[in-house]
Structures are given as structure tokens and as C-alpha cells.
């Protein structure tokens, strides 16, 4: 392995701690990773899909060992997300669509990595039905046609709408992006195949290490301000990069 493999391997690994301490299994920062060093866009939107796999399946089993997950705040957004998942995962968009739009969702990223939503003690508000379809919905869509889980869309959403606690919001994302990758997967499998980079099993390996140590430190309460700002850089200038190119 050379030094810029290296480089890669350590950064998804740096990406799947931060990620998973908030419940996300990391897509858009991996796909984010390999825009920067010029994967292309094929191979970008399963690998990330395969890594958010394990990364938001281990960040799930720590907030949900931890006591964080509600089954009720979980239900109304995956009911059109798993289907809407499948339809964007058998979307194929131009290199330069697909690149726009997970620029957009980046930026949200930023957001999320950057604004530190306080602990909310008091009483949440109940989801209405038909916004927990129409939003997992959307949302499921998305995530598929990108490669992404769609956590970077949910948390935000529920904690500004206060239906969750951040604990909560963190256990019913994971468990969201984990359904809604699977989905996205099988769904370019019925299109046309997956696609992965070259020594995948690598990356998973470091991905999977950094998502266990991310969801301990992040069921624990565990703050990382100023490695979550460095994150934010990276991805700035990433989307940046897309949006150009």
C-alpha cells in the first residue's frame, strides 16, 4: 500500500469515528474522502454504501445498548424510505448531476457536524404521520440516488422539530441509514451491479474500527468540537471541488 492509500484508509477511519458518535454512518464523508482524491462517481456510491453499512450498524447496537432507541420515532420515517431507497438506488444520474447534489447534501453535513444541538429535556413534540412519510420518504429517495444513508437529512429534521431527544435522534438515525443503504444497494444491484474500489476490504476494516471507537465515545457522552470543525474544512473544500468540476 502506498502513502496516499494510506492517507485515504486513515481519513475514512477519521471519518467513521466522527460520523458514528452522532448516530450517521458516514457516507457523505467517505464520498466526500474519495472525491478528493478522484474515485469516480461509480465506484464512490457503493463503496460509501458498503462502509455506512457496518459504520451505522455498529453505531446503532451502541445507542441502543445504551437505552436510545424508540421504535415509535423510528417507524413513520421508514415506511417510504426503504421502497423510496430501492427507486434512487436504480437511479443512474450524469457525473455532473450526481456531483451537484451531493455537494448540497454536504453542505448540510457542515451543518450538522458544525452546529451543536443541545440535550433537550423536555417534552418532544409527536410526529405527525404524514411528515414522517413524506420526509422519510424524500429523503429515502435521495439517499439512494447518491449513495448515501440519509442520516446527514433525518437528524437535523427531527432535532429542529424537536421529536427527539439528541441520543434519540442519534439511535434512529443510525438504524435509518443502515435500512435505507441496504435498500440503495439492492437496488443497483437490479439495475446494473456494484461497484467498489480497489482494496475495499481495507478501507472497511479501518472504517469499521473507527465506527466501533465513535460509537462508544458517542453513547458516552463523548465531545470532539474541534475535530468535528477540521472534518467540516475537509468537506467544505470538497464540495467545493464537486461543485466545480
Not at 457523505?28 to 453499512?53: E, F, R, T
Not at 445504551?66 to 423510528?74: E, M, S, T
Not at 418532544?124 to 429523503?139: D, F, Q, R, T, Y
Request: charged fraction near 10%; proline fraction near 3%; charge should be positive.
Amino acid at each position: 500500500m502506498d502513502l496516499q492509500f494510506l492517507l485515504l484508509i486513515s481519513l475514512l477511519a477519521l471519518v467513521a469515528f466522527l460520523y458514528s458518535s452522532v448516530g450517521h454512518g458516514g457516507a457523505s464523508g467517505y464520498l466526500a474522502v474519495m472525491a478528493m482524491v478522484g474515485i469516480a462517481p461509480s465506484l464512490m456510491k457503493s463503496s460509501a454504501l458498503v462502509m455506512n453499512l457496518a459504520v451505522s450498524l455498529i453505531s446503532f447496537i451502541g445507542f441502543y445498548r445504551a437505552g436510545h432507541f424508540r421504535l415509535k420515532l423510528f417507524l413513520p420515517f421508514i415506511i417510504l424510505s426503504i421502497p423510496m431507497a430501492f427507486l434512487g438506488g436504480t437511479m443512474v444520474l450524469p457525473d455532473s448531476i450526481y456531483k451537484k447534489i451531493l455537494a448540497v447534501c454536504l453542505f448540510i453535513a457542515i451543518i450538522r457536524l458544525v452546529v451543536q444541538f443541545k440535550q433537550n429535556n423536555e417534552t418532544n413534540n409527536k410526529i405527525p404521520l404524514w411528515a414522517g412519510l413524506l420526509s422519510g420518504g424524500l429523503i429515502g429517495l435521495v439517499s439512494g440516488m447518491i449513495g448515501i444513508g440519509g442520516g446527514i437529512l433525518l437528524s437535523p429534521l427531527m432535532l429542529l422539530m424537536r421529536w427527539a431527544s439528541l441520543k434519540e435522534t442519534a439511535a434512529v438515525s443510525a438504524l435509518f441509514i443502515f435500512v435505507n443503504s441496504l435498500s440503495g444497494l439492492f437496488g443497483q444491484m437490479q439495475k446494473g451491479g456494484i461497484h467498489l474500489t480497489d482494496h475495499l476490504q481495507y478501507a472497511i476494516a479501518f472504517t469499521i474500527m473507527g465506527g466501533i471507537a465513535g460509537s462508544y465515545f458517542g453513547s458516552k457522552k463523548f465531545n470532539l468540537p474541534t475535530l468535528r470543525y477540521l472534518l467540516a474544512i475537509g468537506l467544505v473544500i470538497a464540495s467545493f471541488k464537486l461543485m466545480l468540476t
